[in-house]
């Protein structure tokens, strides 16, 4: 329960703050972020939002194995954050680390059968989840909003 003292700071926030295109943004991937990470314990998974590009990037990379260090570029993440969930990811049995057969100091990731399973799953899972938002805003609104959302990313992506 909201008290009326944590009303009044929101409205002050989101008063100044709502007007910056950064806080909001971030405001609203965190609000998804929370949604989605609801939707998919309830969905029976074991994975958090934030593992997903991890499995992606792997899964569509077909057959190529890709390095820790290469899925760290792909994601703009730091080697030791990603070294940290293919670990989880690998515990819960969706991964394996595998030694590259030409630099053994170099792990290469690959999925398991059920990690194969779980991210088709999950793809599924979380296009219902963007659904049940963007199907709540008229068609012309959904474009105008992903294409500004693309021309940000574009913009922020250099």
Known sequence: MITDKEAELRDKLSERMGRISL????HV???MG???NRELVRSGFRLQLEQLPILFIIYFSGDSL??????ANLLHKDKSGIQRSVRTL????YLRI???EVDRRKNLIRLTPAGQL???KVIETIEQIDQQVT???PADELSSFLSTLHKITSLLDK
Request: glycine share 6%; aromatic share 4%; proline share 0%.
């Open 118 to 120: 779980v991210v088709e």
């Open 66 to 71: 890709l390095s820790q260090q290469e899925i």
């Open 29 to 31: 991937g965190h609000l």
């Open 98 to 100: 595998v030694a590259d």
């Open 23 to 26: 806080f909001t943004i971030t």
């Open 135 to 137: 199907n709540q805003l």
């Open 34 to 36: 929370k949604k989605a």
């Open 90 to 93: 690998e515990r819960d049995g």
